[in-house]
């Protein structure tokens, strides 16, 4: 069995009775395989990196870790990936060990951290916010924001100082706004905004916070003790109360904007007509938006911001892009692009994805095996190993090992968009690049995550360029109580 344990001669403990063809890693009574990261010495996405770059590992499909004080698993082929993501979902339908809902009602239902069938139900009623049609309908909302980028720097010096991550989070914070909340906002112009200073506190991890996080995601029952939510309290009520006014005001105009808060008004009467507790249904749906301002703030200006950091970085690469850019104005002849244009610019796209390749913003997936009903046997792992997967245990995938690993990207500390060229994107594994997940768990915003990434990027660039600045750190840390992969201490660059 995975749970027998032995001290070895430092004071730690092994896995003894797992297979010999399922290598493992020593792990600590308590703290398993996290003892830096529960120390806060290293990043949780950068210390599976770490297992997975071991050479002792190099050819194993299959690395036994430790969740804490329970045995886990770390995935490294790209095929049992992909039958763990994919072809057997069934099996690994449920990514996180449940949170108290009772505790936490908001946390405990976001799409992200729920259980399988408010997920299921929430998707499935949720995807069509996200569908091209909704989007290129969404598309002016997201380039009037993007035209106050130009706007902004066009009233600053000609050469200025800039951290680039608060700034784009300004900037996809007032995308949130307009696309999932239904109100303008101009952040950027006003960093006072109400929303954006509400963002801005969701994604600020302080000590508290990373230890709120371990205890939600590794320990869930220690939460109440703890005091240990996905939310802060005022972050919570803020939401809820911005979504019940934002329902309420779209009931009384009857306006549609094609966007979050129509489809939460025609649940909310779905729910009413067929005797749901709408008050109950309601924080089903306010958990939905929880996640959706988070994340569609906060994965995207993270991206949008280590972008340009590589562009400073290679001027090059840089000029090629705003020679595309170019080109696309000239074609247009106007001052807006086209939905299609945009979406035609080749390079632009290229950057995004190398970008996202070597900063994959959430550097984990976690799956939780579930026997599925009827099914009476654990799930075998043969023929990559002989080893059969116990009910409730945690699978493992390191994105961020996989997005590094040489077998799949020559040179792969390098920043290079051609990876992603027509030619190039034939010869890569699909299961070796996972930005966005795979499979029925993939992100349900991407589209939007993408379309409001390249819209920033295109009107950030189109008049002015990012260089290196004296406080720009080139070879920066990880921030390591974050759960995200997210630069320590900002990104510096002039304008």
């Not at 690994?92 to 408010?118: A, E, S």
């Not at 954006?196 to 990373?210: D, M, V």
């Not at 002989?386 to 961020?400: A, G």
């Not at 993939?442 to 379309?451: D, K, V």
């Amino acid at each position: 069995m995975l749970s027998a344990f032995e001290p070895d001669k430092s004071g730690q403990n092994k896995i003894l009775a797992m297979h010999p063809q399922v290598s493992s890693v020593p792990g600590r009574i308590f703290s398993g395989n996290l003892y830096d990261f529960l120390s806060f010495k290293t990043n949780f996405g950068y210390h599976l990196k770490k297992i997975y770059d071991d050479p002792q590992f190099a050819d194993k499909p299959v690395v036994g870790i430790y969740d804490l004080y329970r045995p886990a698993l770390l995935i490294k082929d790209p095929e049992l990936i992909k039958q763990i993501l994919i072809k057997d979902f069934d099996c690994f339908c449920y990514r996180f060990h449940d949170i108290d809902i009772n505790y936490d009602r908001i946390g405990g239902q976001m799409m992200f951290y729920t259980c399988y069938r408010v997920w299921r139900e929430m998707r499935q009623k949720l995807s069509p916010v996200f569908t091209s049609a909704k989007l290129k309908y969404m598309y002016p909302l997201i380039q009037n924001v993007a035209k106050n980028i130009e706007a902004y720097f066009d009233s600053e010096s000609e050469v200025h100082p800039v951290e680039l991550k608060y700034f784009c989070a300004r900037y996809t914070s007032d995308i949130v706004a307009t696309t999932l909340l239904g109100f303008q906002s101009n952040s950027l112009q006003n960093p006072n905004e109400e929303l954006w200073k509400e963002i801005a506190l969701l994604a600020h991890f302080n000590l508290k916070r990373a230890i709120d996080y371990m205890v939600i995601l590794f320990a869930p029952k220690l939460a109440r003790l703890f005091r240990s939510k996905l939310l802060y309290e005022k972050s919570e009520e803020f939401i809820k109360a911005s979504i019940n006014h934002a329902v309420k005001e779209r009931l009384l105009r009857g306006e549609q904007r094609n966007d979050l808060i129509d489809m939460f008004v025609k649940l909310r009467d779905e729910a009413s007509h067929n005797g749901r507790d709408v008050e109950k249904y309601m924080q089903t749906l306010i958990a939905q938006a929880a996640i959706f301002i988070a994340a569609g703030a906060e994965t995207s200006s993270t991206t949008m911001s280590n972008a340009l950091f590589e562009l400073a970085k290679q001027p090059d690469v840089q000029q090629r892009l705003k020679s595309e850019i170019k080109q696309a104005f000239d074609q247009e002849e106007s001052s807006v692009l086209s939905y299609e244009i945009l979406n035609n610019m080749k390079y632009l796209e290229m950057v995004i994805n190398e970008t996202l390749r070597l900063y994959p913003v959430l550097p984990i997936l976690e799956r939780l095996y579930k026997r599925p009903a009827g099914k009476s046997t654990h799930y075998s792992l043969r023929p990559y190993c002989d080893f059969d997967i116990p009910n409730d245990m945690s699978i493992y995938i390191s994105l961020f090992g996989l997005h590094y690993d040489p077998k799949y990207w020559p040179n792969p500390t390098k920043f290079d968009p051609d990876r992603f060229s027509h030619e190039n994107k034939l010869h890569i594994n699909p299961m070796t690049y996972l930005p966005f997940g795979s499979g029925p768990h993939n992100c349900i915003g991407s589209r939007l995550a993408m379309l409001q990434m390249k819209c920033g990027l295109v009107h950030f660039l189109r008049r002015h360029h990012v260089r290196v600045s004296k406080d720009t750190v080139l070879n920066p840390e990880f921030d390591t109580k974050s759960i995200l992969l997210e630069v320590k201490g900002g990104i510096h660059l002039e304008v």
